[in-house]
């Protein structure tokens, strides 16, 4: 067990992992390297190619976020966001296979697909039940990794044996919080205080090492145009930027917040217990019944144990383990492809194999 291997690891709450092992070459999840495809339980949702009560939409999307995909759908469709409905915030960086739904009488098929920059967007067909999390199976990767010798091949299976027999903390995972303006929760903290002065400037303002030079002299500049967060935020008329943040992100503001809480409180269960103390369920912040688990981690953060009824409240196994785990092997080239149930993060494995070496490029 060591802590801290990664540098995100610092502004996430993300501590410990569960072996020193790593492999010893560079990774930088992209379009290239990187994929996501959504796994939905199709058949239970009642899909017919030719009718039902929603419309399913296919999206793939390459280096787009999900939040700028549905922007850029509601605007093409003629549609307000809140009507199209997604299983999940997909990784940036990556190529992503996903899925919105939306009510069949509100959509003109004449406008499909959509072709966008790095976005397609084109009907699959229709379901007979509204989309609902039960109906969302998971997520499937496949991570490729150039020149990879047979050394390295060796070591990536002990690293994945040894997540297997052990399993990964349920850490929420760095694209949670952001990887170039890691202040995604931090934003969710101000919302949940009510300390609007302290959102603006950190929205507007402040500035994160590893942010692209163009997009911080939009912000000096007060030009917003085409940064979504900030846009919806500046735009807005007095005293109601906030709630049109919310609305625009979905709550995801405050929910990473939470998931910051919860990874403060499982770094305090591995302190106590060990990673055998990781497998119960364990409640988000925002539950009646975790305040004693969160009682030192609200303290720590300047929160009253009143604020904790406005976060969300449910309960999430404290590991996980990847499942489908296979390694396709070329002469050059290897791809590992895992699963992973809802609500884990593909990172956070990531993580656990490349440790420091894993990087994020701008």
């Known amino acids: 067990m060591i802590t801290y291997p990664h540098p995100l690891d610092y502004a996430t709450g993300i501590k410990y992992a569960i072996t020193e092992k790593k492999l010893p070459i560079e990774y930088s999840p992209s379009a290239e390297s990187f994929i996501v495809e959504e796994i939905i339980d199709f058949e239970k949702m009642g899909f017919n190619n030719e009718r039902g009560e929603y419309a399913v939409l296919r999206v793939t999307k390459r280096n787009i976020d999900t939040l700028k995909a549905v922007e850029v759908v509601s605007r093409k469709l003629g549609l307000p966001s809140s009507n199209i409905l997604f299983f999940g915030v997909k990784d940036k960086s990556a190529t992503t296979i996903s899925h919105f739904f939306i009510k069949s009488h509100l959509l003109d098929k004449s406008t499909l697909p959509i072709e966008y920059k790095d976005l397609r967007v084109e009907l699959l067909g229709f ?11 998971g997520n ?11 050394s390295i091949r060796g070591e990536l299976r002990e690293i994945i044996n040894l997540i297997n027999s052990i399993g990964l903390p349920s850490y929420y995972g760095y694209q949670r919080f952001g990887v170039k303006r890691y202040n995604t929760h931090i934003l969710g903290k101000y919302i949940l205080l009510g300390r609007e002065d302290l959102l603006s400037s950190t929205l507007l303002s402040t500035i994160y090492p590893r942010e692209e030079v163009e997009v911080v002299v939009k912000r ?6 085409d940064l979504l967060y900030e846009y919806q935020y500046a735009s807005s008329s007095i005293n109601s930027g906030v709630e049109k943040l919310i609305r625009v992100t979905r709550g995801l503001l405050i929910d990473a917040y939470a998931s910051y809480l919860y990874n403060l409180a499982l770094n305090k269960i591995i302190e106590s217990t060990g990673f055998s103390g990781l497998s119960t369920e364990i409640p988000m912040p925002g539950c009646p019944g975790s305040i004693t688990l969160y009682s030192e981690v ?20 404290g590991y996980f383990i990847p499942r489908g785990n296979n390694l396709l092997c070329s002469d050059h080239d290897l791809i590992y492809e895992f699963e992973l149930n809802p609500g884990f993060y593909a990172s956070i494995v ?3 194999v490349f440790k420091e070496n894993l990087v994020f490029r701008d």
């Open 350 to 352: 990531l993580r656990e």
């Open 220 to 225: 000096l500049q007060r030009n917003y145009r």
């Open 140 to 150: 499937k990767f496949r991570v490729l990794i150039r020149n990879a010798s047979a």
């Open 298 to 317: 609200f303290k720590s953060e300047g929160v009253g144990i009143a604020n904790s009824s406005k976060l969300p409240c449910f309960y999430r196994v």
């Open 127 to 137: 379901t007979r039940r509204k989309p609902v999390k039960g109906f969302f199976l």
